[in-house]
């Protein structure tokens, strides 16, 4: 936990990002976990993901906004790889983090500009995956993204299995048909709003799942832990509940082998692959989820 504690605090220093992402190491950070800085880049990975049978979900790194400006460029960016997905023919979603669409300095002005979006994703057959941020913005980021679902049908929103809210939301969720991706949750919370241990959030992840699996709409199961995978398996199959009722989905870069495996093997498996110059405070929080990726890094970086 003390090692989660500092790369969460890392994350968020501002120097210490400035100096990353202009840093020549960035480029070999990057190839890893991330799948480089510009549009292109994400559509090559795209490319070669969707020919071995994954599905892929873009996101476009690039958090907090300063002016509702900046916000409006991430929404016109946005609808750019919207149509960028289409014409190529790719069965892609986008990710999107609402603080990008000015959440923090207009909810009114995020709103509509979600809902830009979100229409334009509809009139190309398309679907939006709206990412969630700390458990400051759990409640404003449900309902947008909850009225944005029921407007348009073609919405899914994330719940953090960390979260102690998060049972009430999946129950919520089940009962309006609102799809979810359900994840463990990488930010830093209070004890009395998030589980603490790796037990207890496992646990939490794994009472959420079989609601989900259950009675749940299409979800997303995101995780890269094995043993939440194979009780998915078992549960499924004790239910049964057929492999085009949900996915599994994964960060980039992280469980290769299992992605590959489980497309040979029939089962719809989502790659979550980030681009964009703004990586540093995304790539912090994933050394955070899981530390082992810390090593994994640093074993690579070094190679001669």
Not at 21 to 42: H, K, M, Q, V, W
Not at 171 to 192: D, I, N, T
Request: charged share 30%.
């Amino acid at each position: 936990m003390a090692l989660r504690s500092l790369l969460l605090y890392l994350s968020r220093r501002k120097r210490l990002r400035r100096w990353m992402e202009t840093s020549p190491i960035a480029e070999r950070l990057t190839t890893r976990f991330i799948a480089g800085l510009t549009l292109d880049d994400g559509l090559t990975v795209c490319d070669r993901l969707e020919r071995e049978g994954i599905l892929v979900s873009m996101d476009r790194l690039g958090e907090s906004v300063t002016s509702l400006a900046e916000a409006e460029a991430s929404r016109d960016s946005y609808i750019q790889i919207l149509h960028c997905i289409a014409s190529n023919g790719f069965d892609a979603t986008v990710s999107v983090k609402l603080t990008q669409f000015g959440l923090d300095l207009s909810e009114a002005a995020c709103r509509e500009n979600l809902e830009r979006l979100v229409s334009e994703a509809a009139r190309l057959g398309k679907k939006v995956e709206i990412d969630m941020e700390s458990s400051e913005y759990t409640d404003r980021t449900l309902e947008i993204a909850l009225a944005m679902h029921q407007a348009h049908g073609n919405v899914r929103a994330v719940v953090q299995a960390y979260l102690r809210r998060s049972a009430k939301d999946i129950e919520r969720m089940c009962e309006l048909r609102m799809p979810v991706r359900l994840c463990k949750g990488a930010y830093k919370e209070p004890a009395g709003v998030a589980f603490a241990s790796k037990r207890e959030v496992d646990e939490s992840y794994i009472r959420l799942m079989r609601v989900l699996l259950e009675r749940g709409c299409y979800p997303g199961l995101a995780t890269h832990d094995d043993r939440i995978i194979e009780e998915a398996h078992r549960f499924a199959r004790e239910r049964g509940i057929p492999p085009d009722r949900y996915e599994f989905q994964m960060l980039y870069g992280i469980r290769r082998d299992l992605a590959r495996r489980f497309a040979a093997e029939g089962y719809r498996i989502r790659l979550y692959v980030p681009f964009g110059e703004a990586w540093y405070p995304y790539f912090m929080r994933r050394l955070a989820e899981r530390p082992a990726n810390l090593v994994f890094l640093m074993r690579n970086l070094f190679k001669g």
